[in-house]
């Protein structure tokens, strides 16, 4: 009776297992639908725009008026090792702090497989660029109208980071600009690539959503520390659009990314 038993749950336990490997199989069919969503902090705070005071390592207190990048160029990589390429002509997005439809990207068309990784630039890559501006498609309008374009010669922005500070040295609230982008020494496009703490399921009917944190302490306090004190020669205003320090906060800006958590809904 003993065997008779045992064979019975050999059997069913073969059977569940053939039935979980089908359905596996017949899940990971097709193609689905991704979100990666961005969410704005300062060293660990949600960020809130105008009001919230944000103290750098540096011991400057900045009241932040506007936060956007643009995020290019999109890779996921599958727990394989498989990489797929979103489409380079949908690949251009802004993600901006006080338009909250902006905060998640919406990826369409996505081959169904489990991913593990996703990689993307900050900013326009500069082999599109040099497509010129009847090569950005409708992206160089959006740019414009985002006021992330300094003018077709100069480019775009790729990031933009504004609002005012104050410090040991200036008590009194001062302006403070921060634009990275191409100057006449460097692009200052930067890549991030960033490991997914749990699998995005993309399936015909599950569409994950990555939601990816953004640590805005770190565009000045990162592999590099850069104080807006320093950078405010006539107490008008620190405006960096230029120069050394433009490319360390680029380097900076490669860090600001985590990945938070993965939703498989």
């Known amino acids: 009776m003993k ?4 064979k019975a749950l050999a059997v069913l336990a073969l059977s569940a297992a053939f039935t979980a490997c089908s359905s596996d199989d017949e899940a990971i069919a097709g193609t689905g639908n991704l979100g990666l969503e961005f969410d704005n902090s300062f060293a660990g705070n949600d960020l809130i725009l105008d009001t919230q005071a944000n103290t750098t390592a540096s011991n400057e207190v900045l009241k932040i008026s506007s936060i956007k990048y643009i995020v290019s160029n999109i890779v996921l990589t599958t727990e394989d090792g498989t990489v797929f390429t979103y489409p380079k002509s949908s690949s251009y997005f802004i993600v901006d702090e006080a338009d909250a439809s902006t905060h998640v990207l919406n990826l369409k068309d996505i081959p169904a497989a489990n991913y593990t990784k996703v990689t993307f630039g900050i900013g ?17 309008a959006t740019a414009d109208a985002a006021d992330m374009l300094w003018g077709w010669s100069a ?10 500070f104050t ?3 200036f008590t009194t609230p001062v302006a403070f600009r921060v ?4 100057t006449a020494t460097a692009y200052n496009y930067t890549t991030v690539s960033l490991d997914l703490n749990s699998k995005a399921l993309v399936r015909e009917t599950i569409t994950p959503q990555v939601h990816i944190k953004a640590d805005l302490a770190k565009i000045l306090n990162s592999t590099n520390a850069i104080k807006l004190s320093d950078n405010n020669p006539n107490e008008t205003g620190a405006n960096i659009m230029g ?6 906060i680029t380097a900076n800006i490669a860090t600001m990314f985590t990945v938070d958590h993965v939703h498989n809904d």
Do not use: C, I, P, R
Not at 3 to 6: D, G, S
Not at 179 to 182: D, F, I, K, L, P
């Open 179 to 182: 634009h990275t982008g191409q």
């Open 3 to 6: 065997n008779l038993v045992y």
């Open 124 to 140: 326009v890559d500069e082999e599109q660029y040099k497509t010129g501006a009847n090569g950005q498609g409708d992206f160089l």
């Open 167 to 169: 410090s040991s040295e």
């Open 243 to 248: 120069g050394v320090n433009l490319s360390l």
């Open 155 to 164: 480019g775009y922005k790729f990031l933009a980071f504004e609002g005012t």
